[in-house]
């Protein structure tokens, strides 16, 4: 397709955010419903269906995420994941010996990294039972592959 065509579907183009626009229509290749495939701006790749509800328009069906938008919910897990195991760590410490200067300062900074998670994060997220962690952790570690990590390394946090 031209860069006139491209033009044309971007300006007729339903999109669930408003915030990306089609960069490019790749030439020849057709997703799996038989439409043309395009480059969003958000770097995701899209199926570019007609829209079902108004005719003149196309509809940008994501077919896979771009890296920004899985690195983000790969952070998203990780912060989760990581407090959790910090709540546990912090359970056990209290039961356990005294800690040496250098767990000290580790624990310091874990305190903040904690702090800041509260920040960012709901009540509702932080507090997940262990199905819904188990849940969290199959997602951070899926991603974690996407993202180029090993699968023996996915779930280090």
């Not at 188990?134 to 592959?145: E, N, P, Q």
Request: with cysteine; proline share 4%; net charge negative.
């Amino acid at each position: 397709m031209t860069s006139n065509n491209n033009a044309q579907l971007d300006e007729n183009l339903v999109c669930d955010r408003d915030d990306i626009h089609l960069l490019l229509v790749i030439p020849g290749q057709l997703g799996p419903n038989g439409y043309p495939l395009g480059y969003m701006s958000d770097g995701s790749i899209t199926e570019l269906m007609p829209d079902e509800e108004e005719a003149t328009a196309t509809h940008a069906s994501t077919l896979v995420r771009g890296q920004n938008e899985i690195s983000l919910a790969y952070k998203n897990l990780w912060e989760l994941v990581w407090y959790q195991r910090h709540q546990e760590s912090l359970h056990q410490d209290r039961l356990a010996r005294p800690l040496t200067p250098t767990e000290a300062e580790i624990f310091e900074r874990a305190k903040e990294t904690a702090q800041r998670i509260r920040e960012t994060h709901t009540i509702e997220e932080l507090n997940i039972d262990e199905f819904d962690y188990g849940l969290v952790s199959g997602r951070m570690s899926a991603l974690a592959w996407v993202l180029g990590t090993d699968w023996d390394e996915s779930l280090d946090t």
